[in-house]
């Protein structure tokens, strides 16, 4: 029988009065990563009962919006390269990563 592993991500929001996030941090012992400040959050998990997605958007009320803009351009492009790891489907990761390189063009991102 083999050893279980498991593996804690921790999300930590602080919020405001009114509920607004005003302080995002975030923890990943196997990752190296703890108590680091975010400025954005998107999780989804996939709900294979329901067969739906559940997401958590969250972002601080600092959060720049060009920065917003890049966040979700890069999230996009790794979305595609998740998607080409996940299903071996090179002919539509092409296809998004063609509208990544539009959404980048249509908001004049540029790369660093």
Not at 54 to 62: G, N, Q, S, V
Not at 72 to 82: A, G, I, K, P
């Amino acid at each position: 029988m083999s050893e279980i592993i498991k593996s804690k991500i921790v999300l930590n929001v602080e919020l405001d009065e009114n509920r607004v996030p005003e302080k995002l941090n975030w923890s990943a012992q196997d990752g190296g990563v703890n108590n680091e400040e975010a400025k954005a959050i998107m999780l989804s998990v996939w709900d294979s009962n329901a067969q739906e997605t559940l997401k958590i958007d969250l972002w601080t009320k600092d959060m720049p919006v060009d920065e917003m803009k890049l966040f979700f351009h890069q999230t996009l492009v790794t979305m595609s390269d998740t998607f080409l790891r996940a299903t071996q489907d090179e002919k539509m990761t092409a296809t998004m990563k063609d509208f990544c390189d539009y959404f980048a063009d249509k908001l004049e991102l540029k790369k660093k």
